[in-house]
C-alpha cells in the first residue's frame, strides 16, 4: 500500500503560492502532483516556481487525472462547494479551504454528498492544528481558567487590492467570512458549544460586502462571546478567554509563521504565566493529518459536520448584522 498521497491544487491562489504549495510538499505522507488554472500559463508559472511535474489550464483537466488522489481548493468561497461537488462527482478527497460554502444550506449539501460518497472532505481551519491552539485546548479541559463565561476575538488586516476576491459579494467575500468565521471558529472551538443567538452591527463599503463587522454570541451554558474583524484594520489575530478562575490570552491565534514563537499568557488567582509551545507550520500538519486519515481510513481530527455548524453560527450573525448595519 502506497503511503504517501497525490495532492492536486485547484488554482493559482495567492494563499496557495505563499503557503500551502510549500506545506504540502513539506509533508511526510504527501507530494505534490498538478496544479490546474483558468490560464494554462499561470499553471506553469506555478508548477514551475513550486516543482510540480503537471500544470493544467483547466480545473477539470486535474477532476480527471486518475494519478491524483486528493485535491486542495484554495478558489473563491462562493466557488468552495459548486467544485468540491465536481470533485466528489470524480471521486476525490478534499481538502477545502475555509469557510466551506457561502452558507450552512450549501455546506449540509456538499457534507451529505462526500458522506454518501464516503470520500473524505475536511475544511482547511489550519490554526486547530498548530500546538498553540492544542495547548490552549488542553488547559482548558483541566480547568486553567474554571467555567468558561465569556471569550472574545479579533481578526483584521488591511486589504492591499480594491480588485481582492474578498470585496466582491457575488464571489462570498467579506469579513465575516474571510477572518469573522476564524473568530467563530475558535469560540465553538474552545466552549464545545454553538452559538445560539447572534448580535451584531456591520459595516457595508462602497464594495457592499461587510468590511466590518462586531457581534456577540450566547452558548447554551451562558458563556457570552464577542468579536469583530475587518478587512480594512491593523493586522490584529487574537482571542481570549475568561473564566471563573483565570483568563488566557492568545495574542497570535490564527495566521501563526512557521518561525514564529508563540506565547499563551494565562492568569491564575495572584499568578501569571507564559506557556510557550513549540513552534510548527500548521498547515503542514493539518495535511498530514487529512493524508493519514486517507491513507488508513481513519477520520480526520476535525469532521467536516463542523464546518456546518460554524456556518450556520455565520449565517445567524450574518443575518443579524444585515439587520442592524451601521449605515
Ligand atoms: N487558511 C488560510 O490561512 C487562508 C488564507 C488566505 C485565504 N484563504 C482562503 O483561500 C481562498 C482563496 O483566497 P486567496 O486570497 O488565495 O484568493 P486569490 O489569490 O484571489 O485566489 C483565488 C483563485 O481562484 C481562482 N478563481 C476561480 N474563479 C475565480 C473568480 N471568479 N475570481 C477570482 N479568482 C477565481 C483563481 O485561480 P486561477 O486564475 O489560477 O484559476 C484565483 O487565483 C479563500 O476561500 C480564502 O478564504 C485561506
Known sequence: MTRTIRWGILSTANIANRRV????????????????????????????????????????????????????????????????????????????????????????????????????????????????????????KSGAVGEITALSSAFSFSIRSETNVRLNPILAGGALMDVGCYCINVMRLMTGEEPETARALAHFGASNVDERLAATVQFPSGAIGHFDCGLRGYRTHTYEIRGTE????????????PGDEHIIRWWHGDDY????????NHFTLMAEDFA??????????????????????????REAAVNHPME
Open 292 to 317: 493519514d486519515a486517507l491513507l488508513t481510513g481513519r477520520q480526520p481530527r476535525y469532521p467536516a459536520t463542523d464546518a456546518v455548524h460554524n456556518m450556520r453560527a455565520i449565517d445567524m450573525v
Open 273 to 280: 504565566e507564559e506557556v510557550r509551545t513549540p513552534m510548527a
Open 21 to 140: 504549495a510549500p506545506a504540502l510538499k513539506a509533508t511526510r505522507n504527501g507530494e505534490v502532483a498538478a496544479v490546474a488554472s483558468r490560464e494554462i500559463d499561470k499553471a506553469q508559472q506555478f508548477a514551475t516556481d513550486h516543482g510540480i511535474p503537471k500544470a493544467y489550464g483547466s480545473y477539470g483537466e486535474l477532476l480527471t487525472d486518475p494519478e491524483i488522489d486528493a485535491i486542495y481548493i484554495p478558489l473563491p468561497n462562493s466557488e468552495h462547494a459548486r467544485w468540491g461537488n465536481l470533485c466528489a462527482e470524480a471521486g476525490k478527497a478534499v481538502l477545502c479551504e475555509k469557510p466551506l460554502a457561502r452558507d450552512a444550506t450549501e455546506a449540509q449539501m456538499l457534507v451529505s454528498t462526500f458522506a454518501e460518497k464516503q470520500l473524505l472532505l475536511v475544511e482547511g481551519f489550519m490554526y486547530r492544528f498548530h500546538p498553540q491552539t492544542v495547548k490552549v485546548r488542553e488547559m482548558l
Open 246 to 257: 483565570g483568563r488566557i490570552l492568545v495574542e497570535r491565534g490564527f495566521t501563526m509563521e
